[in-house]
Each structure stands twice: as structure tokens, then as C-alpha cells.
């Protein structure tokens, strides 16, 4: 007899035919061929700067998990964005189902264990978020690449919270003071590239800002982010 095989594409295939954005010409993430990156050449420095003490709400969107900015200040300059002024949205992490393949950006055809995406949007051409990821210069985001080693301080105010918002939906607001900033690498050298949101809608509105250098987080760390978004406890 003959065994029926239902064939369930729910993943990135499907999304051009609710998603017209996701057939573009600048869709993310890629994988960065670092023989073929040119040097910087004259950029100017990237320079940042985040608001600490306020309170921030962790998420649980039904992937991963994301931190809401709630609107306080910051900024995003230079490098790669002119002279426009961008501002922290919003951050979350892609974790894999398997240590070593969560990240969504490869280096050389290699993944690491997770991302980080810190969302900033274009303040001074724009009104709001929304309106900005609806515009090719209207978001840059900040990509970290996530390896397991040391124990990483400053993402464990996000880790320890994870329990509390173990289903989709589910949000807590702390306002232990955390600094955006001690989540990027020491060394700031990153590839950029003009892409898009990598999931849907996909929109072609991200200058994607990638650090070389990744960011070193434990094992348990990895263990608890997996544990809430892999056994579908947050659906
Ligand atoms: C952005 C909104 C929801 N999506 C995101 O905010 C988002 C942010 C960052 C990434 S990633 N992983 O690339 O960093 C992915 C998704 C979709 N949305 C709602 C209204 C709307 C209007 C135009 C375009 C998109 C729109
Ligand atoms: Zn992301």
C-alpha cells in the first residue's frame, strides 16, 4: 500500500507566497564569505550609547525571547548609517535546537550557537518603528554572534527572568539596570551589508551591522534559552 506523504512546508519556502518582500533581491541573513568582504575603506566609527536605568519587559514573542526599550533613549551613529540617528527598539536572540546551529547569519558556512539582534530604527527620517521597517534605511540592526564558553553577566538578567515567561504571550518588567552596550564584543570590527528582517514579513529595511568577534555565553545559558523555546513550552 501506498504510505500518503504529506509533505508540510511551514518554513522560509512558504513565506514568498504570503510575503511578496521575501522574493527580493536583499534577503537575510546570508552567509558572509569573508574573502569576498571589502575593507572598510573610510568609514566612520560606529559609535553607540543606551539608557541603563529604566525599566525594560522581557517577552516571550513564541521564538526565543525579546526585550522591549519601552521608548527610553538611545542612540546608534555612523559606520555604515550617514548621518542619520538611529534608536534601540527592541532585542532578542535565535537559538538553535542544537548547540552549535542556532545562529541565523553563518561566517564562511559556519554557525555558532545563537544571535543576538539588537533593533534599532531610523529616528531621524521616521515617526515611529513601524513606519521605519517599512523603509529600506529605516532599521539597522547590531548582530552578535553567540559561542558557548564563559558565563555571560549581563545577558543572565535576561536568562534568570526566562522561567517566568515560559509561554507565548507571557511578559515581565524588570528594572535591574542593564546596559545594551556590555552585550556587544570587545573588539567592534563587523561586516554590514543592506538586508532585510529575517522573518516575516521579511521587509528589505535592515542595514544589518554583524561583529566579527563573537560573544562568549555558557552552557547552561544556552541550556535555558533552549529549554523554554525548544520542548514548545511557549506555545
Ligand atoms: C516589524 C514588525 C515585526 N517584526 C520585527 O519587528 C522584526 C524585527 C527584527 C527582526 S530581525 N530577526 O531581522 O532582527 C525581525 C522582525 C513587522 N511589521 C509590522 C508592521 C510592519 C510594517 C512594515 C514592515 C514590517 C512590519
Ligand atoms: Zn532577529
Redesign the pocket.
Known sequence: YLVPVVILIVGPATWVEKFPEARGTRQ?PVDIVTSRASSGGSAPPLVWRYSVNHPRSVVNPGYCWRVDENGYDSELRGGPLGSDVYKL??W?C?WGSVNGEGS?HTVDGRAFSGEL?L?HWNTSKYNS??EA??QPDG?A?LGVLLMVGSKHDELDKVVRLLPYIQHKGDKVTFSEPLNPANLLPKRIAYWTYPG????P?C?E??TWILFKEPVQVSAEQVRLNLCYYVNGKNV
Not at 532585510?196 to 522573518?199: A, D, I, Y
Open positions: 537575510s527598539q527592541q532578542h535565535h541565523e539582534h533593533v518603528f513601524t521597517a517599512g532599521l540592526v532585510s528582517l529575517t522573518t514579513p521587509t529595511s535592515v
